[in-house]
């Protein structure tokens, strides 16, 4: 589904990632981990197609396609979403409104009809019930005046909806008590298919208790340094960073 | 990516002002210039009374003697008085027989425009006054109006059928001597529309008036004047659009509002006459004194204006709040973009008990425009328990344009609460970057955002014309980002 070779991007002259390759199948789960700084978040942001990073080298194949010629709503009709770290607030500006036309460009881009009203609504309840979220949430601006909590469920719920072929949740777990913390997981674990792939990014193992993923990698200073199975994730956190700090520096 | 950011571009070239077309029809057009004997051709043409052509030279000397006012924050280039013509009439085919045919031309261009001037062809309930250059073309509806009382109709025809309201009322609230503008429209004014609602009435539907300028060279100066007796209500909506020409054209109007006790008036306005190319050539100076005169007690007026036309926006549609409980409301969405002007706002003078006012302002500054909110909240000595809250908001969308405000209060009145709200906020790449990655592109995106940012007023207009004002804020804001 995803293959990334060799990539390279910097911003304002400054390398970020410096030579990522990672491959993601359909039906898996693949857990990015790795300190503060080490590029995470530029990575989800480069999939994504923000522009503020530029791409040095090399390249992103998603479903056989140059992902790079792609802009941010093309890639997202393809069925990519991203989780934000930090959600944006809209004001004005409803939720329901902006669900909806998100859908339709989505459903427009695969040669379907707009949803009716109605199946929207029934859709929008559905969703809304296996993420756990609160009803008057979706009576609101989009994000506006959420909590921390909220916007991070917000962001699953949003999920849940437009169904994506590839899902990167960029720190979906930081801010969440424990509660929320297990909606969120529930809610990416019952959303997960045989069709579907999913990119966890985080900073600690605890969401890791939950969502169980196929594959963990390590992100540090740019480069995935190390990858395994879930039991990677395990011994980062008895052993933390530094261990692995040692291990490239010694390499 | 860059390359695509040149479609979106290019796209929105293409898509410019969509009312730049001009109607090919014969016109009884008078000579350019301004002196004694044109208003007096004016009079003539329009067969008028003696008061009326008194009043007009009155006028006319009085605005002789006048300087255009220059305290705006706007740049103006001299405009040549002598140069402009005033006016125009479409000349109606000579087969029409009735006054209700109306050549089928005119009626192209208003069906054109979205404004069907054939009641059969009306499927919403809104009474239109289509009034193109110096007179108005038709008014439909007028006899289901007429039996509650209503009249509706023309100026023109008001002043042949109904001299002894326009007499009564003309120039109580907007006197000639109140402003610049308002001097030269009480001098020139060719057409408009009057509206009388007589007491315990509610109009049955809405009231509008269309605003068309056709011809070159020509100023548009109409006068609209609504009276609401006691307990009566009417909702009113004016629209405007002009062709596309490389010369600046004059629209200066005048709206006189009358409420009466227990009267409620809700004027609600889309303006979007011609602004200009994207470097700043042509386009409408839109100078025009609009004011309401809450005199009953417990009386209301509101103004609602979403402003995206215009070269040159200036007025401030005011409510003086006489009555005791009197209410005034100013809700306002002004768009500028490429070389754009507009310095609006509103003025609420507080003379009754318990008057209250509110004032919403939202300024969407882009390209390389300005936008200005200015508004005077007045509380008399003798008006107790004054209360007015005003909430002026800037959105600004790149980093050539201007955003300003510059609110004025005067308060006499111990016992008033005067509340001001002003917010400043840049349409975020990080929005648009949101909903782009939900597969919303760029230009819905900004849609979305900028009209959520403007619903608070969006949602004040009447259905019919919000769905338009939507449209409208999108279209004038296309490639603003970039």
Redesign the interface.
């Known amino acids: 589904m995803l293959k990334i070779k060799n990539l390279h991007t910097a911003i304002e002259g400054t390398e970020i990632l410096k030579g990522i390759d990672l491959e993601v199948n359909k039906g898996e789960i693949h857990a990015i981990m790795g300190p503060n700084g080490s590029g995470k978040s530029t990575l989800a942001s480069v999939l994504?197609?923000?522009?503020l990073f530029e791409i040095t080298q090399g390249e992103i194949i998603y479903e056989g396609k140059n992902l790079l010629e792609m802009?941010?709503?093309e890639?997202?009709?393809e069925g990519i979403?991203?989780g934000?770290q930090y959600?944006?607030e809209?004001?004005?500006?409803s939720m329901m409104?902006?669900?909806k036309?998100?859908l339709n460009?989505?459903r427009k881009?695969k040669g379907m009809e707009p949803l009716k009203s109605s199946d929207f609504l029934k859709m929008v309840r559905e969703k809304k019930e296996l993420v756990q979220i609160d009803s008057n949430l979706t009576n609101r601006?989009?994000n506006e005046g959420f909590s921390g909590g909220e916007k991070k469920r917000n962001e699953i719920f949003?999920m849940a909806m437009?169904n994506p072929k590839l899902s990167i949740l960029d720190e979906t777990d930081s801010g969440l008590d424990i509660d929320a913390l297990r909606i969120v997981a529930n809610g990416v674990n019952s959303l997960k298919s045989e069709d579907n792939a999913t990119i966890v990014i985080t900073h600690y193992q605890r969401l890791l208790n939950y969502i169980i993923p196929d594959k963990v990698h390590v992100l540090y200073e740019g480069k995935i340094v190390k990858s395994g199975d879930k039991n990677l994730a395990f011994e980062l956190e008895n052993k933390g960073y530094e261990w692995l700090a040692k291990e490239v520096s010694t390499e | 990516?860059e390359k695509?950011k040149d479609n979106i571009l290019h796209k929105y070239t293409q898509n410019e002002y969509k009312h730049g077309w001009v109607t090919d029809i014969e016109s009884d057009t008078i000579p350019k210039g301004l002196n004694e004997d044109v208003i007096r051709m004016i009079s003539k043409k329009k067969n008028e009374p003696q008061f009326l052509l008194d009043f007009r030279l009155k006028a006319y000397r009085y605005w002789k003697e006048m300087q255009m006012p220059s305290w705006a924050h706007l740049s103006i280039p001299e405009i040549n008085y002598q140069d402009i013509v005033y006016y125009s009439a479409p000349k109606q085919k000579a087969g029409t027989k009735s006054m209700d045919d109306v050549d089928p031309e005119l009626q192209k261009t208003f069906d054109r425009l979205g404004i069907p001037i054939d009641e059969q062809k009306r499927l919403a309930g809104v009474a239109v006054d289509a009034v193109m250059d110096s007179s108005s073309v038709k008014t439909t509806f007028k006899e289901k109006l007429a039996e509650k009382g209503i009249i509706f109709c023309s100026f023109s025809e008001a002043v042949q059928n109904h001299p002894d309201l326009i007499k009564e009322y003309m120039g109580t609230v907007v006197p000639y001597t109140d402003n610049y503008f308002a001097a030269l429209n009480s001098a020139v004014f060719s057409d408009g529309s009057f509206c009388y609602i007589p007491k315990g009435v509610k109009t049955p539907m809405e009231l509008s008036t269309y605003f068309r300028i056709n011809a070159a060279n020509t100023g548009q100066f109409e006068r609209t004047l609504i009276v609401a007796e006691d307990d009566s209500y009417v909702s009113y909506l004016e629209g405007c659009t002009a062709p596309i020409r490389d010369n600046n054209q004059l629209h200066a109007a005048i709206v006189e509002i009358v409420a009466k006790n227990n009267a409620h008036v809700k004027y609600s306005t889309v303006q979007n006459w011609y602004p200009g190319d994207k470097n700043g050539k042509g386009g409408i100076y839109n100078f025009v004194t609009k004011r309401g005169m809450a005199q009953g007690n417990n009386s209301k007026i509101s103004w609602t204006q979403v402003e995206t036309g215009s070269a040159i926006t200036w007025k401030y549609p005011s409510v003086i709040l006489r009555g005791d409980n009197a209410v005034g409301e100013f809700y306002s969405v002004a768009v500028t973009n490429n070389h754009q002007q507009a310095d609006t706002g509103t003025k609420m003078i507080h003379i009754g008990k318990n008057t209250k006012s509110t004032i919403v302002s939202k300024g969407i500054s882009a390209g390389y425009s300005n936008n200005s909110y200015r508004g005077l909240v007045k509380i008399t000595k003798n008006a107790e328990n004054a209360r007015n809250f005003s909430q002026c908001d800037s959105m600004l969308m790149g980093d050539k344009c201007g955003a300003h405000t510059f609110p004025y209060i005067e308060t006499n009145n111990k016992t008033a609460i005067v509340e001001h709200e002003a917010t400043t906020s840049k349409i975020?790449e990080?929005?648009i970057?949101?909903?782009?990655?939900?597969?919303?592109?760029?230009e819905?995106a900004i849609g979305?955002?900028v009209?959520?940012?403007?619903?608070?007023v969006i949602n004040k207009l009447p259905m019919e014309f919000a769905v338009e004002a939507q449209t409208l804020l999108q279209i004038s804001l296309e490639g603003s980002v970039g």
């Open positions: 994504a197609g923000r522009e802009n941010p709503e890639r997202a009709k979403f991203l934000f959600p944006v809209i004001p004005g500006v409104n902006f669900l036309t998100a460009e989505q881009h601006s989009v949003q437009l | 990516m695509n975020g990080d929005q970057f949101y909903c782009n990655q939900r597969g919303i592109n760029e819905d979305l955002i009209n959520g940012y403007a619903k608070e």
